[in-house]
């Protein structure tokens, strides 16, 4: 089973939150009816931005990446959560939003916190590339001559007869009525 799950810088994943609260009841869900109660519930949180059909297309977006990171069961076109996966992912948002809360997620990218002790980089040492074979001036005169063609004759030869020419179709004329 995965135990991270990815997070954008954004903010709070309220989508995958709310997925979670509402799969760690017991029950198993369509996809449908699981929207409907995800959907009511960020309606009361005044978080379901964007509109309905942009908000069902997260929400099974979010779904799905649950589904792979084997916190959800998905058994035909029901889901079910798996309650210690819900649990840690809960707990794992509650972090991230607690960080993003302080303004700690706010450092520049390239930034190492002072906590962190500063990694060990190891540099290898390319190959010297290969050069390329020196071309002697000699060895160029010793090349073979080029071949020469045969002369082309004008005329063909006598046990050949020349071929019969198609006539063209003749050109179609419309007929208009005057």
Request: aromatic fraction near 6%.
């Amino acid at each position: 089973m995965k135990t991270t799950y990815g997070f954008s810088r954004r903010g709070p994943d309220r989508v995958a939150e709310e997925l979670a609260a509402v799969l760690l009841k017991k029950a198993s869900f369509e996809f449908k009816a699981l929207f409907d109660i995800v959907h009511a519930n960020l309606r009361e949180r005044n978080a379901a931005g964007g509109g309905e059909e942009m908000l069902r297309l997260r929400a099974y977006e979010k779904l799905q990446n649950l589904v792979r990171a084997g916190i959800v069961k998905k058994t035909g076109k029901e889901y079910r959560g798996d309650a210690a996966g819900l649990r840690a992912f809960l707990e794992t948002a509650a972090e991230l939003n607690a960080k993003f809360a302080a303004g700690i997620h706010a450092r520049t990218p390239g930034a190492i916190p002072a906590a962190a002790p500063a990694p060990v980089v190891v540099a290898k040492k390319a190959p010297a590339p290969k050069k390329a074979p020196v071309v002697k001036k000699a060895a160029v005169a010793k090349q073979a001559p080029p071949l020469k063609k045969a002369p082309i004759s004008k005329k063909a030869p006598a046990s050949k007869k020349a071929a019969p020419t198609r006539k063209a179709p003749a050109a179609k004329t419309s007929r208009r009525s005057k």
